[in-house]
């Protein structure tokens, strides 16, 4: 049975404010609504001192949903125009977790705005000016290499304009509800994946309104059973605007990796999202050069397509380390378009050791010893 949104609306009249009675739909405070086979979202405005005053509003508009004949997931999220400080009952952490940056690197902590994720060390962002540079082919291998060198991962596809995550990985399939609104990630080579890939329909159009994105993803990073990791990746949507700002202040991030190919055009935008992470207090952990040059399979011959070297030089510049030059490579790219991410099928590959190496300077400053067995802390309990 087909659910519209209309009816949606008429289920949320019955649910009112406490201080004014006046209902959800009335108020003003709703996102648009977003049907997806029998999934049902939306998301309620509030202010964040609002956060625990709200709560019940949001349990009651989710059930009223639920009730709607023909849905079978009402997700329903609060959202604050401003970030809020972190969410109420939620504690931070104690010292130890909190990322460490070994000496010479970049040393501002984390965003004090975004509140941590349980059992999730590090979330770390990877980012590009520009769309189309290989951020997503970068943030899968990253975490694959990651997990490679002993850590224990995670991925989350927060490019819902085009989530990439579900191809790169191969998987398919919807996430099983494992208690309330809680979703269990899928797997992949080991790793812990999550896209929005997963919960909408391939050809369902993607209409998001500002607050949806918002409430989507915070979604996907709070509302998902990740388990312990130590690293959670965020291959975030690409470009320097105002919804990646938002995005950038609303995650717990550790760092950010900025993915560029050697192009100027590139790497004007490259600086902007460095930039945008520096104006968040967000620390780079470095850049990535992708598609750096081209080694003709038949001649062995090098060519420099693009002017090769453009990003260590910008990097240089910008006083951010540079983690490492990634060929194009056809082999690379037919294995990302099939579901065969090249770390996790061909690991010895000069492109997988290069994955390798990133990931090994990604984990030196995160952990602050570069030493890949370091033990985990207890877990964080958060109540
Ligand atoms: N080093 C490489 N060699 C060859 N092909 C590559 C390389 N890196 C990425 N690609 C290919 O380029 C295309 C774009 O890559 P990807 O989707 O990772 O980019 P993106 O920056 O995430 O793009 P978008 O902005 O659309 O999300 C893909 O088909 C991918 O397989």
Known sequence: MMVTREEVARALEQVKLPASGQSLTASGRLSDILVSGDKVMVAIAIDPTEAAAMEPVRAAA????????GV????????????AGPVAGATR?????????APGRPSQPPSPKAA?????????????????????????NLALALAANGQRVGILDADIYGPSLPKLFGLHGKP??????????????????????????EETPMIWRGPMVMSAI????????WGELDVLVV?????????????????????????STPQDLAL?????????????????????????????????????????????????????????????????????????????TDPSSPHSLVYRDVARQVWASLSGTGDVTIKPPPAIVIE
């Open 268 to 344: 004007i935008d490259a600086r902007r999202g460095v930039a945008m992470f520096r104006k968040t207090e967000v620390p780079i952990l470095g850049i990535v050069e992708n598609m750096s040059y081209f080694i003709a399979p038949d001649t062995g011959n090098r060519y420099d397509i693009f002017g090769h070297g453009g990003a260590r030089k910008e990097a240089a510049r910008l006083g951010v380390p540079f983690l490492g030059e990634v060929p194009l490579d056809m082999a690379l790219r037919e294995r990302s378009d099939t579901g065969r991410p090249i770390v996790a």
């Open 218 to 225: 915070t979604q996907m990073l709070r509302e998902v059973a």
């Open 235 to 259: 291959d975030m949507p690409p470009g320097t605007g105002d919804a990646q700002l938002t995005m950038a202040q609303a995650t717990p991030l550790a760092g950010a990796v900025i993915v």
């Open 176 to 201: 099983r509800v494992v208690s309330g609104r809680t979703l269990a990630p899928l797997e992949g080579f080991g790793v812990k994946v999550m896209s929005i890939g997963f919960l909408v329909e």
């Open 72 to 83: 079978g997931q009402a997700l329903v999220s609060l959202t604050a125009d401003r970030p």
């Open 93 to 101: 952490p104690p010292p130890s977790t909190q990322p460490h940056v």
């Open 62 to 69: 989710q059930s009223a949903i639920g009730g709607v004949p």
């Open 116 to 140: 941590t994720i349980p059992g999730v060390r590090h979330v770390i962002a990877v980012a590009s000016g520009k769309g189309g540079v290989g951020k997503s082919t970068t943030a899968c």
